[in-house]
């Protein structure tokens, strides 16, 4: 998944970006709220980590013009306000979670994935399509019930096109999913995770649509 963190702790910052990657996921951290506001106009992420006070425009600030533009990107807000008023307050500005620091990591990244599966619609923890299933939580994906072994990036490839497996998926979308700022990407890169893709999962898994992106196979081919 792709991660904005708002956040100006530049300690607590640090390790949660640590934390996020070392899970395997792609993470732009900013500092201030109109940092983050420009974040939000130009990449599409799957979850936003949230802090209330910030400098430049606040979080609250920051969510409210969220939910007012349309924008269901599923948010958690972390912060030291851990008062019940100030929870509820972040709820109902149209958080999706709140977690109150100091917070463990596992249960910030248990949060992201609840989150990320509640906005995809998701009433379980897994993606399946046909005879092929991802398991969210551990990341173990499946065919026809039987493990298959797939690499960190593989994964996240077979995620972008899982969550979205009713549509064709560009290369940019997928970029999107894999890599933060300052990340390389390499030219041909989306195609051999395709490629490796088809070998695990079956020659005929994931279809080519010439010009758009790639989709998940339907029942009609």
């Known amino acids: 998944m792709r991660i904005l ?11 949660i970006q640590a934390w996020l990657r070392l899970d395997q996921h792609a993470v732009d951290w900013v500092q201030r709220g109109d940092s983050a506001q420009t974040a939000l106009m130009t990449h599409r ?22 939910r007012a533009e349309g924008n269901h990107v599923p948010v958690i807000l972390i912060t030291a306000f851990n008062a019940l008023a100030d929870r509820v307050e972040g709820l109902d500005l149209g958080a999706d ?27 379980s923890n897994e993606l399946v399509h046909g005879d092929i299933a991802i398991n969210l939580d551990t990341r173990q994906a ?44 390499e030219s041909n890169a989306i195609e051999v995770y395709i490629h490796n893709l088809r070998k695990k999962l079956g020659s ?18």
């Open 5 to 15: 963190l708002v956040e100006d702790d530049t300690s607590l910052g640090d390790t």
């Open 45 to 66: 992420y799957d979850c936003v980590l949230l802090d209330r006070g910030l400098p430049g425009l606040s979080g609250d600030a920051l969510l409210a013009q969220l």
């Open 97 to 123: 979670d709140y977690l109150v620091k100091p917070f463990e990591l596992e249960e910030m990244s248990a949060r992201i994935r609840a989150a990320v599966r509640r906005g995809a619609g998701q009433v």
């Open 142 to 185: 499946t065919r026809a019930g039987q493990p298959v072994a797939l690499t960190a990036r593989e994964y996240h490839v077979l995620y972008a096109l899982l969550l979205r497996r009713n549509s064709i998926v560009t290369r940019a979308q997928i970029e999107e999913t894999l890599y933060g700022w300052g990340d390389e990407v």
């Open 204 to 221: 005929d898994s994931i279809v080519t649509v010439r010009g758009l992106g790639y989709r998940m196979k339907n029942d009609g081919g």
